[in-house]
């Protein structure tokens, strides 16, 4: 089945991005379902090890369409004790983009975000760094 998901929303994000979400959800079927979020995880990463951040996607049904709520990667901070924290935050209700780094940041900053984040994203998810795991609600 094929989701189809409104890529007009604001902030926008790359072609490749939407492809591969697509590409993700096309053996899932949300018949029922009002929500879909997708978990894309490392399962070597730690924060004595590194790796790749885990990743969340929300999309949620609207009408015939899915539209995206939030993607946020997620990162270890801290020394002694480190915790896994929002590292950025693409909100598409607030449309505004969060960086841990500098808080919620300008348009300009977060369109080039946006497309770094993007572009390492789906560079990653290519190497097939991820075990991705969708839940419906």
């Given amino acids: 089945m094929t989701i189809s998901i409104d890529t007009n929303q604001r902030p926008a994000m790359p072609a490749p991005f939407y492809q591969l979400l697509t590409q ?59 915790e896994l924290i929002k590292d950025i935050d693409i909100c598409f209700n607030s449309k505004q983009v969060y960086s841990s780094i500098g808080g919620w940041i300008k348009h300009d900053e977060g369109t080039e975000l946006i497309e770094l984040f993007s572009d390492n994203f789906t560079s990653y998810h290519h190497m097939d760094v991820y075990q991705v795991q969708i839940a419906l609600g």
């Fill in 24 to 82: 993700e959800l096309i053996n899932t079927n949300p018949k029922e379902a009002n929500a879909i979020t997708l978990y894309f995880r490392d399962p070597d990463y730690s924060p004595e090890q590194g790796g790749f951040h885990p990743v969340e996607v929300r999309l949620e049904k609207q009408l015939n369409q899915w539209r995206l709520v939030y993607v946020t990667d997620f990162a270890f901070h801290g020394h002694d004790f480190p």
